[in-house]
């Protein structure tokens, strides 16, 4: 079992700059994926970013290259997401998941069996 807890979510203004962390505990997380997601009001969930705990191998969704960029911190076991630039339309509840070595993209929501209970992030214009 993976524990997960996110935090860093909060109202910014178009523009502005937020990080996001996600916070692991329980099993090692030696090949493990972790993956940021999120659901609009009214939307599916939605890949964000995934990175590859093991060999930091990162992926992110389109809409956010560039101005997202998923880290690892090792020491503390917890995944970072630093979002610039941000946008109304990344408003959304955030989620960081978690995956062992599976078949199919790290983008699928489904493949992931652990997930964080979510952080508000609101981009006002």
């Known amino acids: 079992q993976v524990q997960l807890a996110e935090s860093g979510g909060g109202l910014v203004q178009a523009g502005d700059s937020l990080r996001l962390s996600c916070a692991a505990s329980?099993?090692?997380?030696?090949?493990?994926?972790i993956g940021w997601f999120r659901q609009a009001p009214g939307k599916e969930r939605e890949f964000v970013a995934a990175?590859?705990?093991?060999?930091?191998?990162?992926y992110y969704a389109d809409s956010v290259k560039g101005r997202f960029t998923i880290s690892r911190e090792n020491a503390n076991n917890a995944v970072h997401l630093q979002m610039i630039s941000l946008k109304p339309a990344d408003t959304a509840v955030y989620y960081c998941?978690?995956?062992?070595?599976?078949?199919?993209?790290?983008?699928?929501?489904?493949?992931?069996?652990?997930w964080g209970q979510g952080t508000q992030v609101t981009v006002s214009s």
């Open positions: 329980g099993r090692t997380l030696d090949r493990c994926v």
């Open positions: 990175i590859n705990w093991s060999y930091a191998n990162t």
């Open positions: 998941a978690a995956r062992y070595p599976t078949i199919g993209s790290v983008a699928v929501t489904t493949s992931y069996p652990y």
